[in-house]
Nanobody, 124 residues
Framework: QVQLVESGGGLVQPGGSLRLSCAAS????????MGWYRQAPGKERELVADIKKSGGNINYADSVKGRFTISRDNAKKTVYLEMNSLQPEDTAVYYC?????????????????WGRGTQVTVSS
C-alpha cells in the first residue's frame, strides 16, 4: 500500500516562509511526477507546482512564480515546497500528489496518489 504524508504546514505572518515536505512510502518501484496542489475555502483545487522524476521540467502556477520553489530527493522519495513571501491569499490546504508505480507480488500498478493535506494559514 502506498502512502503520501505531508508535513510542515502551520500559521505564518505575511511575508514569512514555510517549507512543506511530502514523503512517499510503501511497495514502490518508481515515482514519476510529483507535485503540490492547494485548495482554499470555496475554491477548486489548483496546481501550485510539479516536477518530473529527473528534477527537470518544473511547472509553477503564475501566482507563486518567484516565491515558491519545488524540489525532490528521489533517494528519500520526498518532494519539498519552499514557500517565501507568503501572502494571505496563499492560505489553503496544500496537498501532495505523486504518480507512482507500485507492486503487489508479481503485479505492477501505476496510479496517482494524494496525501491528506496540510493546512497553511497566512495571517497577522
Amino acid at each position: 500500500q502506498v502512502q503520501l504524508v505531508e508535513s510542515g504546514g502551520g500559521l505564518v505572518q505575511p511575508g514569512g516562509s514555510l517549507r512543506l515536505s511530502c514523503a512517499a512510502s510503501g511497495s514502490i518501484l518508481s515515482i514519476n511526477a510529483m507535485g503540490w496542489y492547494r485548495q482554499a475555502p470555496g475554491k477548486e483545487r489548483e496546481l501550485v507546482a510539479d516536477i518530473k522524476k529527473s528534477g527537470g521540467n518544473i511547472n509553477y502556477a503564475d501566482s507563486v512564480k518567484g516565491r515558491f520553489t519545488i524540489s525532490r530527493d528521489n533517494a528519500k522519495k520526498t518532494v519539498y515546497l519552499e514557500m517565501n513571501s507568503l501572502q494571505p491569499e496563499d492560505t489553503a490546504v496544500y496537498y501532495c500528489k505523486a504518480s507512482i508505480t507500485s507492486f503487489t507480488g508479481f503485479y505492477q500498478y501505476s496510479n496517482d496518489y494524494w496525501g491528506r493535506g496540510t493546512q497553511v494559514t497566512v495571517s497577522s
